[in-house]
């Protein structure tokens, strides 16, 4: 439902932005900073109590332990964690809806029936999970970076099959986390929010379109949250902020009843995933979602248990250095480095490999996100009365030259085949690598930049999505893990003659001074339906990068 609102935009979005805000206590309130790097700050403010930072500083599968154990209370997990959200809230404007007192009543009742029974609620007992704006909550909007979608409550009945799950898990839910308008920019801001900023730096990016879920788990304000991915969306927000995430295949973990901005585009289909700042606990999330039997739910879900997968002592990555469009900045490039120098120090094989394709892949992308011709972002834009954001220039341009003579279904036809097609190559493409690993198997998973960009300075991304969208199309598997941070002295720019004029803006506006501190993370890809191993091969990455 869009509502058509009786006032002007710009007043309906400050009345969100003030009742959002005086949601936080006021003895939660800290003094404004112009530091760039604010990731301290929470344990050093005096908000929290030194108890309260112990807790927050804790993973998500050593809490959901302790709780069990009765070593944590579920209300004083959940206070800190509201607490510390709150903080993370004021310096990066991370938050869209706050439901804290309905949380630490539901903590307080988990805390009640475990005391009574000894059973623990579920796999995620206890734990404050946070979550991308666009799944629908009782009592609170989902804007999802509209002016128009304001002042629209959800009912209980409407709530999304991942809400209904993450509390089916023992999860409490406390928050929402701000969204770029309609999920389809790599930077987080709308007319309704404002824009996130990256707290390891707030000259930079946060990434989109998870890129508030980023901002506030950087910060510790949630121990796990989930994000939602159709070009990079899980994947790029969390390179930015140096999180683990998982974009799984479509059909491991539901997605029935989450609220998009192109509602009805199916041909490359949204996944939801879980983000943390550690790996454990990402695997903790999804093998509790699918432990739940999420195919009896959701009619789009496959009926695939959670498998224990074994691989080899040896293994063989692909290490994709350059997709022949738009070459790695620097620091990006010093990771990939690194990663294979530490992955051959313990004995495994790493061979650079040219993607398939890419700029087929990017053409495919952007025709499936314009195929509607722009018309649904239009409509909803348009019943407000707001402007476009500048990362829907092209949205709004497709729009106008199209619509006296809008789209047909035949065409979308043809670009659903053009996909089939492209991956049948690239499948093939992966699978001829068996003729040089050495290894008897094609690659056991390819290692990637997940953007050219560390963390890109606000308004600085420049739209090249394709080392993530890529692996959309296809529906392949992918984790994000951090490796480094950017410095100046040794990520300097290097004399380049760049190959178009994309490239040419993004290494135009480099600069390692600005965005000095900001994460710089890869990605490992593995093939559909490989989350099991996607998850413990980036756990032997990330051991690698811990020995060198």
């Known amino acids: 439902m869009t509502l058509i609102p009786s006032k002007p935009w710009e007043e309906i979005s400050k009345a969100k932005r003030d009742a959002r805000d005086a949601l936080i206590p006021k003895e939660w309130l800290i003094p404004s900073t112009d530091a760039l790097n604010v990731i301290d700050i929470p344990r050093t403010c005096g908000v929290l109590t030194p108890k309260e930072v112990e807790i927050t500083e804790l993973e998500a599968p050593v809490l959901v332990e302790k709780m069990i154990k009765g070593e944590l209370k579920c209300y004083d997990v959940t206070l800190a964690f509201c607490k510390r959200a709150s903080i993370a809230q004021q310096l990066t404007n991370c938050l869209t809806e706050i439901f804290f007192t309905a949380a630490l009543a539901n903590a307080k009742a988990i805390d009640e029936e475990f005391a009574r029974t000894g059973t623990p609620r579920g796999p995620l007992h206890g734990l404050p999970v946070s979550l991308k704006d666009n799944f629908y909550v009782e009592g609170v909007d989902t804007t999802v970076g509209f002016v128009a979608w304001a002042n629209d409550s959800a009912p209980k009945e409407k709530e999304s099959e991942m809400t209904k799950m993450m509390r089916d898990c023992g999860a409490v839910l ?74 799984p295949s479509f059909g491991r973990f539901p997605t029935y009843g989450a609220r998009s901005g192109l509602p009805g585009q199916e041909a490359i289909r949204s996944i939801n995933g879980p983000m943390s700042t550690s790996l454990e606990g990402t695997e903790l999330w999804a093998k509790s979602v699918v432990e739940k039997e999420p195919w009896y739910r959701d009619p789009n879900m496959l009926p695939i248990p959670w498998r224990n997968v074994e691989v080899p002592d040896k293994l063989c990555f692909g290490l994709i250095m350059d997709n022949g469009i738009v070459k790695p900045t620097p620091p990006v490039t010093r990771a990939l480095l690194e990663t294979k120098k530490a992955l051959e120090a313990v004995g495994h094989k790493v061979i650079e490999y040219s ?48 619509k006296s003579s809008p789209p047909l279904v035949g065409s979308l036809w043809d670009i659903q085949s053009d996909r089939t097609a492209y991956c049948k190559k690239v499948l093939e493409d992966w699978l001829s690598s068996k003729e040089v690993t050495g290894t008897g198997r094609p690659f056991d998973a390819i290692i990637s930049p997940v953007t050219q960009h560390s963390a890109c300075p606000k308004m600085a991304f420049n739209d090249h999505v394709a080392y993530t969208s890529m692996w959309n199309i296809t529906d392949y598997s992918a984790t994000t893990f951090p490796v480094s941070k950017v410095d100046p002295s040794i990520d300097s720019k290097p004399t380049y003659e760049t190959r178009n004029e994309v490239e040419k803006k993004i290494w135009d506006r480099y600069d390692a001074e600005e965005i000095t501190g900001a994460p710089v993370s890869l990605q490992l890809v593995c093939q559909r339906l490989e989350e099991e191993k996607a998850l413990k091969l980036t756990a032997i990455v990330a051991e690698a990068l811990k020995s060198a």
């Not at 950087?218 to 796990?224: D, E, N, Q, T, V």
Request: hydrophobic fraction near 30%; include cysteine; glycine fraction near 14%.
């Open 355 to 402: 993607p398939y394709k890419p700029d087929e892949a990017n053409s495919i992308v952007n025709r499936f996100f314009q195929g509607d011709g722009g018309v649904k972002i239009a409509q909803y834009i348009s019943a407000s009365g707001e402007t476009y954001p500048e990362g829907l220039s092209a949205y709004k341009s497709r729009y106008e030259s199209m």
């Open 174 to 247: 406390f928050c929402k986390t701000n969204v770029p308008t309609a999920m389809m920019i790599a930077e987080t801001y709308n007319n309704v929010w404002g824009y996130t900023c990256n707290p390891y730096n707030r000259n930079c990016s946060s990434g989109g379109s998870s890129g508030g879920e980023s901002a506030l788990l950087a910060m510790k304000g949630s121990p796990l949250g989930v994000g939602t991915d159709i070009g990079g969306s899980i994947r790029i927000p969390a390179s930015f902020c140096g999180l683990y995430s998982l974009k």
